[in-house]
């Protein structure tokens, strides 16, 4: 060994992680400026392996700690990805357990427990939900962002998220919910990751946020030549600096390997041999040869040093000790003297955690995994399994294991495995469809029931996680298992073709049902009524109108011979729809009422049996202007979804819910129910939930003014839903986007995207009175434009439509309203004024409140036109209280122009009430609300209990203070003690 090998070799043993930070200036000032500004919502540093991301995410957690924050820190593991929400299990998990008794209290009992599904550390005293429904892991995710916001109460948050490609799914969905809805507060979220190997819908919000403003990007790429030298130099000869370089091509990790190869061949050479020919060994081909160097650093180790090297690889990163010990096969008192061997040789790191440690990277972690054999691997495996599985832990913690070690035929590990399938279903779907794959493999042949329960659970996970064309694949897998014809075969044919629908597969989910149907030789019995009923429900989806007539009448007849009340209901409810999109009301209304009849003479339980019976009926019930049914039925569906698990109808259910309310005027509740389901579809991955639930949230926004929010959400779910060809919801855009763009002022965007979604000028693709509305906001666009005569001929179709629909609440109102607005714009203000009326008065018959008082701002703008002043100012002030007590703040603004413009001083806010009926006028929400004002909470406070933001809690405390005539919080106290 020469004189400068022996002086290089002094260094080996110090050469770790905490190796000189160098060449990093541009990075660590983007660091600085991010600590030192505006928090956005999250940094992300993004680059191959080795490229320094962990060590610059150190550099940003010790300077943030040296400024007084709160940093928490936890990183993704290689072999761990099926660790349900690991990376912030392994962040904040520690840390709450430290948390006393009294701190935890402060978080009130439903978020608790939703917590408790994600951290083992607050299990001690809760028991974590199950949560009945997949797609709403929505409230799991808004439960830790009210965590995170509630740590950062105190001092500013660093959460530091690392090696996040290889995050576990639930640990995805979670950050992308955060990336979407931000933690109030001093809250900054740092992540590392490889870009080729994240998950594309992570990869995807995290470009959203980007361009949003939200996350801060770092890029660190190769060092140069001189930062090459100063980070190895005095290490290597510097002779080999340029043959380093050029093989690890300016990775810091690879150079430092590379170097602490060649020191240790350098070490271990014969007296003679040059430096040189030692980096000629390992220096080929970086990383292949970074990657050969950490194996021949790993063969240099004892055998029992080696061995518990690779048990701790098995066990997890970090790991515990005595985990690794198990794997390894040795006892826990002969495991303490190779751990200090592996420490001082800088493979293995220490943590903050006690008896917890980590490997210096996650390379070296994979190299050591890798350097034991397959079968040492999988024996090492089962240790775990066994030694879990004595202590207790449930199927959930073991299952990573058992699925790793286990044989063909094991019946405990396939119990285990499902048993684990099933407790993940509702926080974890995408895992626990893979439980239930494991469990499928290890599955003898002959077992035909068990493999088609396992089948079809497979395929409801798969679906859950917005996995759509696997969960179609599970399910196609099961129907070859059954004869056709079979009843059990109707149901997954069924099933299947739902999921044809969300994919957008229309027409194969048609054949599929049909063909099913020709099957069955008795066309009498319950196997048949249900496909009838499911071919109606098919005919929605294609708007087939008439189709849909004709099953549903040909449903709800094999229903009531068969005395099935629940597909009689279901049936009766498409019947109506169908009768309604034709415009055809004969038999409408008799169909209505006998479902709802129906629907409201059966038992939950009978009910949950046919949860689409309530779904067609609360759709059925909007589009016939039955707004507070809706509301009742719709509660009463979610209610049930929510007990049963059954959520294939969530989603649809919640749109109904937010239309009857924001034309009942309850704008609040609206906002609520399609924030619901805008979060429930984004943890589905389906592009036609998440298109339908944006429609909902269109709506609403526009009702309120939020007109930005009204547009992007619009035009969102447009291009979502457009990808899937022509339907129902594509249809449906014309009253939402459409409305929204010529609020805007986009006028030729409203014509464009009207015509578009209902196929042109007949609106054939729109059901019915829906037709109406289409060409309502056509007149209203083309009369803005100034072409009159179009606008008219729009009007014309309006008119012609309407002695055929009932009934005819919304439509008169779409129609004289349209009415007026070309009347105005004629310059004849009392004819104008007239129809403004007669619309208002139409949409109080429907209980259309929103609609109705539209109708007055319109008519008290005409009357003023028209130079009738006082009754204008009454309708407007009418207008404009309405308004502002239904949340409609920008048509209440348009109100107060109006009225100022007629020499009438007015402020903005609506009239004080005059008391009302006291606390009996609150909403559920709202009495939450003012009691925990009572008790001296801040809104912050109240936002993070209840899971609302600041923002709406400000707009529900200002509809308490109008509903109890009160003008502060502590009237609002006082009013409540009395």
């Not at 926080?427 to 794959?437: C, D, E, S, V």
């Not at 073709?497 to 099957?519: I, M």
């Not at 105005?824 to 129809?835: D, V």
Request: with cysteine; proline share 5%.
């Amino acid at each position: 060994m020469t004189a400068a090998a022996h002086t290089a070799a002094a260094h080996v043993d110090g050469l770790s992680t905490a190796a000189p930070l160098v060449g990093r200036a541009s990075e660590l000032a983007v660091i600085a400026s991010t600590l030192n500004g505006a928090l956005p919502a999250v940094l992300r540093l993004a680059g191959e392996p080795g490229i320094g991301k962990s060590r610059l995410l150190t550099e940003l957690a010790a300077s943030a700690d040296a400024r007084g924050w709160l940093v928490l820190e936890g990183a993704a593991a290689e072999f761990a990805e099926d660790l349900p929400f690991g990376v912030f299990v392994g962040a904040l998990d520690d840390y709450l357990a430290a948390l006393d008794d009294r701190a935890l209290a402060r978080i009130d009992p439903a978020t608790a427990a939703l917590l408790a599904a994600v951290f083992p550390a607050l299990r001690r005293d809760i028991a974590a939900p199950a949560l009945a429904l997949p797609n709403e892991r929505y409230r799991i995710h808004r439960a830790v962002r009210a965590l995170l916001a509630r740590l950062a109460g105190a001092a500013p948050l660093l959460l530091v998220l690392d090696d996040l490609h290889w995050v576990d799914t639930a640990s995805a969905e979670l950050l992308t919910h955060l990336l979407a809805y931000p933690p109030r507060g001093q809250v900054l979220i740092a992540v590392g990751y490889r870009p080729a190997q994240l998950p594309e819908r992570l990869r995807a919000a995290l470009d959203r946020g980007h361009a949003a403003g939200r996350v801060v990007g770092v890029e660190p790429g190769p060092l140069s030549r001189d930062d090459a030298r100063a980070l190895v130099d005095g290490l290597v000869p510097r002779a080999e600096l340029p043959v380093m370089y050029a093989e690890s091509g300016g990775n810091p990790f690879y150079l430092l390997e590379l170097a602490r190869a060649l020191l240790e061949l350098a070490r271990a050479a014969p007296p003679g041999r040059a430096a040189d020919r030692a980096l000629a060994d390992i220096s080929r081909q970086a990383p292949a040869a970074v990657a050969a160097a950490i194996r021949q650093e790993i063969a240099a180790f004892p055998a029992t040093a080696r061995s518990l090297a690779q048990g701790a690889a098995v066990s997890g990163e970090p790991f515990d000790v005595i985990a690794a010990a198990v794997a390894a096969d040795m006892p826990q008192s002969d495991a303490l003297g190779p751990l200090d061997q592996l420490i001082s040789a800088g493979l293995v790191l220490t943590t903050d955690v006690p008896r917890r440690f980590r490997f210096r990277h996650p390379l070296v972690r994979r190299a050591v995994y890798e350097s034991a054999g397959p079968g040492w691997r999988i024996a090492a495996h089962q240790r775990l399994a066994e030694a879990l599985r004595a202590q207790g832990v449930p199927p959930t913690e073991l299952a990573h294991h058992v699925a790793a070690a286990a044989q063909p035929g094991d019946q405990q590990a396939i119990d285990e495995l499902t048993i684990a399938g099933h407790a993940l279903a509702g926080r974890a779907p995408l895992l626990a469809a893979r439980r239930f794959g494991a469990a499928l493999r290890l599955l003898p042949g002959g077992e035909t029931c068990r493999r088609l329960d396992l089948l079809q659970a497979r395929a409801a996970s798969l679906g859950a996680a917005g996995w759509l064309t696997e969960s179609r694949a599970a399910l196609m897998e099961a129907m070859a298992l059954v004869a056709p014809g079979d009843p059990y075969r109707v149901q997954l044919e069924t099933r299947c073709a739902g999921v044809e629908h969300l994919l957008g597969l229309h027409p194969d989910a048609h054949r599929r049902l049909k063909s099913a149907l020709d099957t069955l030789s008795d066309r009498g019995g319950a196997p048949a009524a249900a496909l009838m009923t499911e071919l109606a429900a098919d005919a929605l989806w294609r708007t087939d109108w008439e189709a849909m007539r004709r099953w549903g009448q040909d449903a709800s007849a094999a229903g009531r011979h068969l005395g099935d009340r629940a597909i009689e209901a279901a049936a009766l409810a498409l019947l109506a729809l169908g009768e309604f999109g034709l415009a055809l009301p004969e038999q409408a209304e008799d169909a209505l009422l006998g479902a709802a009849t129906l629907v409201e003479s059966l038992t939950d339980a009978e009910l949950a049996a046919r949860p689409d019976a309530s779904f067609y009926l609360t759709h059925a019930e909007f589009a016939y202007e039955r707004f507070e049914r809706v509301v009742r039925h719709a509660d009463r569906g979610l209610r049930l979804a929510r007990a049963t698990g059954q959520g294939q109808f969530f989603i649809g259910t919640l749109y109904a819910k937010t239309a009857a309310l924001t034309f009942l005027g309850r704008l609040d509740e609206a906002r609520e129910a399609a924030d619901e389901a805008v979060d429930s579809a984004l943890v589905t991955g389906n592009d036609n939930q998440l298109g339908f639930a944006l429609q909902a949230r269109t709506r609403v926004a526009t009702a309120t003014g939020d007109l930005d929010v009204a547009v992007v959400a619009g035009e969102e779910s447009a291009a979502l839903l457009r990808r899937l060809g022509p339907s129902v919801l594509v249809a449906g855009s014309a009253w939402t986007l459409g409305e929204a763009l010529l609020e805007a002022g986009d006028l030729g965007g409203c014509v464009t995207t009207v015509l578009d979604a209902v196929g042109g000028p007949n609106a054939e693709r729109a059901a019915g009175g829906f037709r109406c509305r289409a060409w309502h906001l056509l007149v209203r666009a083309e009369t803005a434009r100034g072409r009159l005569d179009t606008a008219q001929s729009w009007l014309d179709r309006i008119d012609a439509i309407l002695p055929r629909l009932t009934p005819s609440g919304v439509p008169t109102t779409m129609a004289e309203t349209a009415r007026a607005w070309l009347l105005l714009a004629r310059g004849e203000a009392g004819p104008a004024a007239t129809a403004a009326l007669a619309a208002a008065e139409a949409a109080d018959s429907a209980q259309a409140r929103l609609e109705a008082s539209r109708a007055r701002l319109l008519a008290g703008r005409a009357l003023g036109a028209a130079g009738l002043r006082d009754q204008a100012v009454e309708l407007l002030e009418r207008a404009r209280a309405e308004l502002d007590h239904y949340g409609a703040h920008r048509y209440r603004d348009e109100a107060v122009q109006e009225l100022r413009r007629l020499g009438r001083r007015v402020g903005r806010g609506g009239r004080r009430g005059n008391g009302g009926p006291g606390l009996d006028a609150l909403s559920e929400r709202e009495r939450q609300i003012a009691e925990l004002v009572a008790e001296g909470r801040t809104n912050k406070e109240i936002g993070a209990e209840l899971l609302l933001s600041v923002r709406t809690v400000e707009r529900h405390l200002t509809h308490i203070f109008g509903k109890l005539n009160v003008a502060s919080r502590a009237q609002l106290g006082a009013s409540l003690r009395s």
